[in-house]
Structures are given as structure tokens and as C-alpha cells.
């Protein structure tokens, strides 16, 4: 198994535990409030409705966010892996922290921040039930092209370098890559259509909720990033002081 994969494991699945640890310090009592507003509103709207007591604990709710943020910042490390993998074609001279930033920068890009500015998030249980499963559509379309285009982003850049020699040229092309993007992006923008349901929460308590949420993504990404450029230093220092000439990414003998 490759290092970066082993590496990019551990370091999403301590990532998504200490963002977990965030959310529920700082992003839980934020929920709460909006789930204790959206039962306000309904107690208004239908007075004699019979009390009903919440489905999961508080404290269920705090170990299920640490253990799902947990899962997820895994599953993000393998695609951090992939991403790291990919970018290593492109420039295979860059050190290890230039390319887990990279790879980290994009990865918030395409999975967080660019669906983030198409679909806002908003509190759980906030929206018609009716539309869930239409919202959901959107939003996962969304991400699944926001990632297919960084990708072939990545592996248009690494034929670029592939097939062309002359820096001019290598420029130009570069950023014909980047205009092709920039179209692709703006195109899956304005074709996807908006959340059709009205949010019925405060403006304030709205707001909080997605900076919260959104500086949880960030952190994943950033700690994954130390993570992974740690992990990979580590390896490589373990190998010098054994004599050993592996490459501190796959494994594998390095070449000489």
C-alpha cells in the first residue's frame, strides 16, 4: 500500500476527530437554538400539538458528531491521497508542504467552498421534507462536477507538461486550462438551480450556523494538509537514519 494513502488516512481521521471536538464546542449550540426556534414557530402554528420528545440525545448527538466528522475527515484523506497522487504527476519537483497545500486548497475548493457558494448549508430539519430528496440531487450533482473538473484540470496540466517544452507555449496553454475551467465553473453555476425552499431562521443564527460550518471544512482541509506534509517528513527521516533510499510517498526504492 502506498505511504501517501496510509498517511492521508490517519491524518483525515485525526483531522475530522479535532473538528468534530470544534463542531460540538461551538456549532451544536447553534443547532440547538435553531432547532429550539423551528419548534417555537411550529408551537405558535398549532398550539395544542402534543409535545414530542427529540429522536436523539444531546449527548448521542455530541458522540455521533465526533464519530461521523471522524469517518468523513477519513474519507477525505483518501481523496486527499488521490489528489496528491495526481498533483505529484504534474510537478514532480515540489516539495511535500507545496503539494499538500495544494492538494488542500483545491480539495476546499471543490468540495467545500465552491458547492458552498452554489448551496449555502443550512441547519438540519430546516427545509420542505417534500423537496429533500430533490435539494439532495442537486447538491450532489453539483459536487460530483465541482471534483470532475479540478480533475481534469489536474490531468490537463499534466499533459501540458507532458507534451510541451517550450516555457512560452507551456504558459500559454496553462492558461487556456485555467479559462477552460473558469467556463466549466460558471456554466454548472448558473445551469444548477437554487435551493427552492425559504429558510425560516434568523438571519443571525443562520449565518453563525454556515461560518461555523464552513470554517470546520477549512480546518479539516488545513490540519490534513499538516498532517500529511508531517507523516510524509517523518517517513523520509526514518529512512535516511536507517540508510534506506525510499521515496517517502509510495514506498517504493527511489530512483538514482
Same mark, same amino acid.
Given at each position: ?8 488516512l490517519l491524518a483525515?481521521?485525526?483531522?475530522g476527530?479535532l ?8 456549532t451544536?449550540?447553534?443547532?440547538e437554538?435553531?432547532?429550539d426556534?423551528?419548534?417555537a ?5 398549532n398550539?395544542n400539538?402534543?409535545?414530542?420528545d427529540p429522536l436523539?440525545?444531546l ?6 458528531m ?9 474519507v477525505l ?11 505529484r504527476r ?15 486548497a483545491?480539495?476546499?475548493?471543490a468540495?467545500?467552498?465552491f458547492p ?7 441547519p ?8 429533500? #430528496?430533490?435539494?439532495?440531487?442537486? &447538491?450532489? +450533482?453539483?459536487l460530483? $462536477?465541482?471534483v470532475? !473538473? /479540478?480533475? =481534469?484540470l @489536474?490531468?490537463?496540466?499534466?499533459a ?6 517550450d516555457?512560452?507555449?507551456r504558459?500559454?496553454?496553462y492558461?487556456?486550462?485555467a479559462?477552460v475551467?473558469?467556463?466549466?465553473a ?6 444548477h ?17 454556515? #461560518?461555523?460550518?464552513?470554517?470546520? &471544512?477549512? +480546518?479539516?482541509?488545513a $490540519?490534513m494538509a499538516? !498532517? /500529511?506534509? =508531517?507523516? @510524509? ?10 540508510g534506506?533510499r ?7 526504492p527511489?530512483?538514482?
Amino acid at each position: 500500500m502506498p505511504r501517501i494513502l496510509i498517511v492521508g488516512l490517519l491524518a483525515g481521521l485525526f483531522a475530522g476527530l479535532l473538528v468534530g471536538g470544534f463542531h460540538n464546542l461551538f456549532t451544536i449550540p447553534v443547532i440547538e437554538r435553531a432547532i429550539d426556534f423551528e419548534e417555537a414557530q411550529s408551537a405558535a402554528l398549532n398550539p395544542n400539538a402534543p409535545d414530542e420528545d427529540p429522536l436523539v440525545s444531546l449527548g448521542t448527538q455530541r458522540w455521533g458528531m465526533a464519530v461521523g466528522t471522524g469517518i468523513y475527515g477519513a474519507v477525505l484523506g483518501i481523496v486527499f491521497a488521490a489528489g496528491f497522487t495526481m498533483l505529484r504527476r504534474v510537478v514532480p519537483d515540489w516539495k511535500p508542504l507545496a503539494m499538500a497545500v495544494t492538494v488542500a486548497a483545491l480539495g476546499f475548493w471543490a468540495l467545500s467552498l465552491f458547492p458552498f457558494i452554489r448551496y449555502p448549508l443550512n441547519p438540519p430539519g430546516v427545509g420542505d421534507p417534500d423537496t429533500l #430528496t430533490y435539494r439532495q440531487g442537486l &447538491q450532489t +450533482l453539483f459536487l460530483v $462536477l465541482s471534483v470532475l !473538473g /479540478v480533475g =481534469a484540470l @489536474l490531468f490537463g496540466l499534466r499533459a501540458i507538461n507532458q507534451r510541451v517544452r517550450d516555457a512560452a507555449a507551456r504558459f500559454r496553454m496553462y492558461a487556456g486550462a485555467a479559462l477552460v475551467y473558469g467556463v466549466f465553473a460558471a456554466v454548472i453555476f448558473f445551469a444548477h438551480p437554487a435551493n427552492p425552499d425559504p429558510v425560516p431562521v434568523p438571519i443571525d443564527l443562520l449565518e453563525l450556523f454556515r #461560518t461555523l460550518t464552513m470554517v470546520g &471544512q477549512f +480546518l479539516t482541509w488545513a $490540519l490534513m494538509a499538516v !498532517g /500529511v506534509t =508531517a507523516g @510524509l517528513y517523518w517517513y523520509q527521516r526514518r529512512d535516511e537514519k536507517a540508510g534506506n533510499r525510499f521515496d517517502p510517498v509510495t514506498g517504493a526504492p527511489a530512483r538514482t
